[in-house]
């Protein structure tokens, strides 16, 4: 296994979940751990209080190009999360943080930081991109974004746990400019940051029933899977250049539609420390990190194809 770090953290190797996918009870994140081969564990984006989410349906899984996903942040609030934060753990864990306002964020900050259990192998990945709550997320626009970052960080002063923040896709050029100019100006804050959450606005329909496949807003959710792949790597990869150019410390995890061996190469390819599964893990279960594992290393060792390149959906 070829390890990988991201701030203080160190993995055993490149691959673990993406928050929200197999994460939501303490029971799933413990049999992310158990599996040995998910290098950590993302825990669900916590809310102060807990919430049921949106109604079902609310995952669309069945197209082998792409779900959709219109969860509504259910979650056992943050303070269930805590729990799993053990002292001297081993298994490095990512607590997901997502919050309904600026003010609920720093609360859940404050208490994590301050927490006796949370030692040296956890990590913060702040969600401010999810796609499905009604509102404009803070990450989608970078004065926004600043804004947020700035209330934040003056509440919680620097916090001591490796940290890093998930990010929407973004499409143009002065998106990506604008928006690593925000980061820059957090870089001693900043450990990583997460690319990307879920393509928001998509939409599929039942037509044997002539329902559209998820009930929740209208229909209308996160995309995930093989489809969002070249979003994000092309993300992954903007921002990778433009840390370098800049000389910037900061790491970039990929995630969006892994789903073998050669997903992972092309992540790594495009400047990824480490690299996240949410559909594949979510459609096939956790069997998944060993096979993605010994198919990407096959990439590094031998530098050949493994079988999967030759298999046809
Ligand atoms: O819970 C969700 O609906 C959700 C979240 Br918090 C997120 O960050 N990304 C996503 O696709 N769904």
Redesign the pocket.
């Known amino acids: 296994m070829y390890p990988t770090s991201i701030g203080k953290l160190h993995l055993p190797h490149f691959i673990y979940n993406a928050?929200?996918v197999w994460d939501t009870t303490l029971h799933q994140c413990q049999q992310l751990e158990e599996t040995r081969f998910c290098a950590a564990t993302v825990t669900?984006?916590c809310t102060l209080y807990s919430r049921k989410?949106?109604e079902y349906p609310?995952y669309h899984f069945d197209s082998s190009h792409f779900s959709i996903?219109?969860?509504?942040?259910?979650?056992g609030g943050y303070a269930y999360y805590i729990d799993y934060l053990k002292p001297q753990a081993t298994h490095p864990v990512f607590y997901s943080v997502?919050g309904m306002t600026d003010d609920e964020r720093i609360t859940i900050l404050k208490y994590i930081t301050a927490c006796a259990h949370a030692g040296e192998n956890c990590g913060i990945e702040l969600?401010m991109?999810?796609?499905?709550?009604g509102c404009q997320p803070a990450a989608y626009d970078a004065k926004h974004l600043d804004q947020a970052l700035r209330k934040i960080f003056s509440a919680t002063g620097k916090i001591p746990l490796t940290f890093g923040l998930?990010l929407p896709p973004y499409y143009l050029p002065e998106q990506f400019s604008s928006i690593s100019e925000v980061i820059a100006n957090y870089k001693s804050q900043i450990d990583f940051i997460t690319c990307i959450?879920?393509v928001p606005n998509g939409i599929d329909f039942d037509i044997d029933n002539d329902y559209t496949k998820i009930v929740p807003n209208e229909g209308y959710?996160?995309i995930?899977g093989p489809a969002v792949l070249p979003i994000g790597l092309a993300n992954v990869r903007r921002f990778s250049q433009i840390f370098r150019a800049r000389d910037l410390d900061i790491a970039v995890i990929g995630c969006g539609g892994v789903s073998s061996g050669s997903d992972v190469y092309k992540y790594i390819l495009a400047g990824a420390a480490a690299v996240q599964v949410g559909t594949h893990l979510w459609k096939n279960g956790l069997c998944v990190f060993e096979e993605l594992l010994g198919r990407h290393e096959h990439y590094l060792i031998l530098g050949t194809h493994p079988m999967e390149d030759f298999q046809v959906d």
């Not at 996903?69 to 979650?75: C, D, I, K, M, Q």
């Open positions: 928050a929200g669900k984006s989410g949106n609310k996903n219109s969860n509504g942040l259910e979650n997502g969600n991109s999810c796609p499905n709550l998930k959450n879920s959710g996160g995930g």
